[in-house]
């Protein structure tokens, strides 16, 4: 990919991500020369340092040293999430702080060309109208500028780019959509399903809709991506590609084009504003190895940098005309911050099918849709607002090898035990316009980038949301007849589910919002903002699929625009 950075694009990404990624894609296979910024380091498909590694040939049991550990104060207080195998992919805190003080938050953050598409769960649901519209029927914060019927042929379009394995359940509340065929459930998995069904028929255990290929199609994947190995080490990035990541599948087909540039090491600043065209002009960036300071020029820009960093970047865009930050006429740029949140879950003994076994490692298990708030008397909760799902796996476990060595050991390890479930609750968090980031403009980094400060937590209606979570699992698990069943809830800060939404909102009124229906600006026009930043709510569903589909169908709009000299 080319390093060559000239003054004048046709468009700028910032960031390279799953919405950058597949901005860079849809804007370069238009015809524009596009410049992709991203302010870490370059990493090409295939370097990915511990792909073909085993456990024992990682560090210390693949934890980090308790030296290690110092530079990670903030993203590994959940205690799993920065291993040997993925510490690569994670920030260190002591290299690029932020501020929690009032509020926790567990902003979970990779720098390098790829971001967290390299690391992300895979997991793709469709949003629906029952999320669409729930803001407007329940009063709550502003409504959504669109419906399932807007989005719907793009998610067609991404979905089959992509690919995503799954099973066409005929549920509302999670459309089904394009799909490869499904890692199927095991023995123990299709029990669960069938039992769960006799006693809550609404309550649908269904296999996961992951982004894992299981079937190769030459005319989409045209050589660039293999079938699923069944290694379940995505997270260290897949050498073939198995699963969608920037660097496997939107990358390359940009870089076909010859309209790809991408420039690694580049902090962008700020957005410039041009007062005398009401537009933007172009982009301040800084080189993170050099320090040297420029300025790049573009038509239309694609705001991707994640929810929390394009939200930064166009908080330190200050002007006469914006000096809130930029588009911030509504005064919500920043606000209404939301993550799903879990740390609440449940787990039991399956004492059947012993006499079975399964192969590999498959990448994903089974999903549970939301089960809750459905609109019917069934489902209807009157103690919370909106729902949660559920991911969870069932697998043939042996715990008991204490103090046993050699062939003891082997002995025991050989033979599985019985299958354990273990089930964890997804939660939907409302839009709250209290829930925030700001910038601290008197506390910078190395680069003179002022200081991000969160404030946000989880409010009333997701504790009590928790507590019913808790309480339809286990009642799944008695329905099918599990043993030794337990729960947990311990709720997690926001952010450590990793899917931070909202803070420059899609709306219908300028007054209340800080994106139209196409994603773009309402005051500055040639500015889209089409990752997570870009939420009216968060849903239960894992939303990475939804960005996508907002990107391209964004894409298209700025595509049009252009043609008919709007733009």
């Known amino acids: 990919m080319s390093l060559k950075i000239e003054n004048t694009y046709d468009a700028i990404v910032i960031g390279s991500g799953i919405s950058g990624g597949y901005a860079a894609m849809e804007l370069c296979t238009k015809g524009y020369k596009t410049l992709v910024l991203e302010r870490g380091r370059m990493v090409k498909h295939g370097e990915y340092p511990t792909a073909h590694k085993e456990m024992w040939e990682l560090p210390t049991q693949n934890k980090l040293s308790q030296e290690e550990l110092k530079d990670y104060p903030k993203q590994n207080r959940l205690n799993w999430w920065v291993n040997q195998d993925n510490k690569h992919w994670i920030n260190k805190d002591t290299e690029y702080n ?78 089904d959509g394009k799909f490869l065929k499904p890692v199927p459930l095991n023995c123990a998995e299709q ?75 580049s902090v962008v600043s700020e957005i410039v504003y041009d007062e005398n065209t009401g537009k933007a002009s172009g982009v301040k960036i800084i080189d993170a190895e050099t320090g040297e300071k420029l300025e790049i020029n573009a038509r239309i820009i694609f705001c991707n940098a994640s929810t929390v960093g394009t939200t930064a970047i166009l908080l330190n865009s200050r002007s006469k005309r914006f000096p809130n930050g930029l588009g911030n006429d509504s005064g919500e740029l920043g606000h209404n911050i939301m993550d799903h949140h879990y740390g609440m879950g449940v787990y039991g003994t399956l004492n059947k099918f012993e006499d079975t076994y399964y192969q590999g490692r498959k990448p994903q298990s089974f999903y549970v849709p939301r089960c809750t708030n459905l609109g019917d008397k069934m489902t209807e909760r009157n103690e919370y607002k909106r729902g949660f799902g559920f991911q969870g796996t069932i697998r043939r476990r042996t715990d008991d090898s204490t103090n046993l060595l050699g062939k003891d050991l082997k002995d025991v ?43 946000a937590k989880l409010r009333e209606n997701e504790m009590k949301l928790r507590e019913d979570g808790v309480k339809v699992g286990m009642e799944m698990l008695e329905a099918a007849g599990f043993e030794d069943i337990g729960y947990y809830n311990s709720a997690t800060a926001p952010g450590a589910c990793i899917h931070e939404m909202g803070t420059a909102r899609m709306g219908r009124d300028p007054k209340t919002s800080v994106l139209n229906k196409w994603n773009q600006m309402h005051t500055v026009p040639n500015v889209f903002v089409t990752d997570g930043a870009c939420m009216t709510s968060s849903g239960t569903q894992n939303p990475s699929i939804t960005y ?15 043609k008919a000299g709007k733009l």
């Open 191 to 265: 029990y669960f399903r069938e039992e769960v069904a006799k006693v809550y028929p609404e309550r649908v255990i269904t296999p996961g809709r992951t982004a894992n290929l299981t079937e190769y199609n030459p005319e989409v994947h045209k050589g660039l991506r293999g079938k699923c190995q069944n290694r379940n080490r995505c997270w260290r990035g897949c050498p073939y590609g198995a699963y969608f990541s920037s660097q496997a599948a939107t990358l390359p087909v940009a870089e076909d084009t010859g309209n790809l540039t991408i420039r690694p090491h």
């Open 548 to 562: 996508m589909a907002l990107t391209a169908r964004a894409v298209d709009y700025a595509d049009k625009q252009i």
């Open 413 to 455: 390890i050989f033979k599985p035990g019985p299958y354990k479930l273990s089930m964890t609750c997804f939660g939907e968090m409302l839009p709250y316009h209290e829930n925030k980031m700001s910038l601290d403009f008197e506390r910078k980094d190395k680069n003179g980038i002022p200081t991000i400060v969160f404030d």
């Open 98 to 175: 932020y501020d929690d003080s009032a509020n926790r938050f567990d902003w979970i953050r990779g720098h390098h060309v790829g971001g967290r598409s390299i690391m992300w769960g895979r997991h793709c649901y469709r949003w629906s109208d029952l999320d669409f519209e729930a803001n407007k029927k329940e009063g709550i914060a502003i409504d959504w500028p669109i419906r399932y019927k807007d989005i719907e042929p793009w998610y067609d379009r991404v979905e089959t780019f992509v690919g995503v394995s799954g099973q066409a359940e005929g549920l509302a509340q999670v459309p």
